[in-house]
């Protein structure tokens, strides 16, 4: 009976902890799990910050767009109802005066949806950057419960310190976006509506 019991006290004790119990039995191994679960949380944090930011400049670009046609389209029934009334020499010859300021606003809203669509595409890059450096401390946070006291931490450190320094954005170089297709496209209806307006104001 004695040895059947020693038999099984060895066979508990040779049993290997859990690597989770080795991390936490080693201070150095557990300080670096907590740095690196907080560290995860914040990256979650930003990650989250970010795409409310997207959201809210998407949204002030879609307003920007509504404003634009909004704008223009009021301005060519102002325009159509007051050369009706008036005389066509007069009107047209003052055409310049209502090009002007068409052409103006419409500068100035491109410029908007421009700057807007710039802040968005630069916010999507710290966006995709966070994801990667949440992936990457995953799988360094994964590899460290695997392991436990096995885990190198010299080598796993240097080797997500060099991952995150060594990253390269393999992007293809493109002549145009889809922001430049955007801004040509407000640019010709804002030609178009300066076309519109010479026309219901000298014909």
């Known amino acids: ?32 799990l907590k740095q690196w679960l907080k560290e995860e949380e914040l990256i979650l944090n930003r990650i989250a910050l970010k795409e409310t930011q997207i959201d809210s400049v998407r949204r002030e670009i879609t307003q920007i767009y509504c404003l634009f046609f909004l704008f223009h389209s009021t301005a060519l029934v102002l325009l159509f109802s007051a050369a ?21 606003c419409s500068l100035g809203m491109i410029w908007a949806i421009r700057y807007k669509t710039d802040v968005e595409g630069h916010l999507e890059k710290l966006l ?15 590899e460290l419960k695997k392991k436990g006291v096995e885990f190198d931490l010299l080598k796993e450190v240097d080797a997500l310190r060099r991952a995150k320094s060594l990253r390269v954005e393999a992007k293809a170089v493109r002549k145009w976006s889809a922001r430049d297709f955007v801004t040509l496209f407000f640019f010709s209806v804002s030609c ?7 026309v219901i104001l000298c014909n």
Request: charged share 25%; glycine share 8%.
């Open 84 to 104: 009706s009334r008036g005389p066509q020499g007069e009107s047209c010859g003052r055409s310049w005066i209502p090009s002007i300021c068409s052409l103006l």
């Open 1 to 32: 009976m004695a040895d059947e019991n020693s038999n099984s006290s060895s066979i508990m004790e040779s049993k290997p902890l859990h690597p989770l119990h080795q991390i936490a039995e080693t201070p150095t191994h557990k300080l670096l």
């Open 128 to 142: 995709e950057r966070e994801k990667e450096d949440g992936k990457l401390l995953g799988k360094c946070v994964e």
């Open 192 to 198: 178009l509506v300066l076309g519109l307006t010479r």
